[in-house]
T-cell receptor, first 115, second 115 residues
Framework: AQSVAQPEDQVNVAEGNPLTVKCTYS??????LFWYVQYPNRGLQFLLK??????LVKGSYGFEAEFNKSQTSFHLKKPSALVSDSALYFC?????????????FGSGTRLSIRP | NAGVTQTPKFQVLKTGQSMTLQCAQD?????MYWYRQDPGMGLRLIYY???????DKGEVPNGYNVSRLNKREFSLRLESAAPSQTSVYFC??????????????FGPGTRLTVL
């Protein structure tokens, strides 16, 4: 079955430290991978995506993600965390579904940055 | 440019009542989606519309119906609300009809409580 997993419900990091939010996936064919962020009482906002090419993808707000095909992972990273990065983060993967494509979302990881 | 808008923002229903959630986008996107978000379960696709005039079931369609009124608008109807439909509902849109690898843009959500 095609799926995406976020193994950590919550990640806690001190401001200024590097952060990593983990994501692994299982798809048939080439994976198209996404990260979204959700701030309280808001809809999801697109951060970045991997389609093909360079394994290190850069996105909004200083975030980047590393695609690792052998480990089927797509971890989200940032070199220096900010308190304002505190939010709910979703990894997602495009899958084929019926006659069209859709995105499957992970269960989300709550990132908490302490001052 | 408002992006994706949803009405209402909040709604409380009694079991058995019906209601329609409205969604509109002004980005001229072909595809539109309805998701529900429940704690610890990420986002689950209810219905989607790959293009104007077409609709298709997602992962959790039971108890819902949709109408793609025109290219801009995609409504979600609960004919007979049940407590299990208490959730936050998000509408989204994307540029490519098949979903492809283009990111989705999300509305602010509707918080629905069914008593």
């Amino acid at each position: 079955a095609q799926s995406v997993a976020q193994p950590e419900d919550q990640v806690n990091v001190a401001e200024g430290n590097p952060l990593t939010v983990k994501c692994t996936y299982s798809v048939s064919g080439n994976p198209y991978l996404f990260w979204y962020v959700q701030y309280p009482n808001r809809g999801l906002q697109f951060l970045l995506k991997y389609i093909t090419g360079d394994n290190l993808v850069k996105g909004s707000y200083g975030f980047e993600a590393e695609f690792n095909k052998s480990q089927t992972s797509f971890h989200l990273k940032k070199p220096s965390a900010l308190v304002s990065d505190s939010a709910l983060y979703f990894c997602a993967v495009r899958v084929a579904y019926s006659s069209a494509s859709k995105i499957i979302f992970g269960s989300g990881t709550r990132l908490s940055i302490r001052p | 440019n408002a992006g994706v808008t949803q009405t209402p923002k909040f709604q409380v229903l009694k079991t058995g009542q019906s209601m329609t959630l409205q969604c509109a986008q002004d980005m001229n996107h072909n595809s539109m989606y309805w998701y529900r978000q429940d704690p610890g379960m990420g986002l689950r696709l209810i219905y989607y519309s790959a293009s104007e005039g077409t609709t298709d079931k997602g992962e959790v369609p039971n108890g819902y119906n949709v109408s793609r009124l025109n290219k801009r608008e995609f409504s979600l109807r609960l004919e007979s609300a049940a407590p299990s439909q208490t959730s936050v509902y998000f509408c989204a849109s994307s540029e490519v009809a098949s979903g492809s690898y283009n990111e989705q843009f999300f509305g602010p959500g509707t918080r629905l409580t069914v008593l």
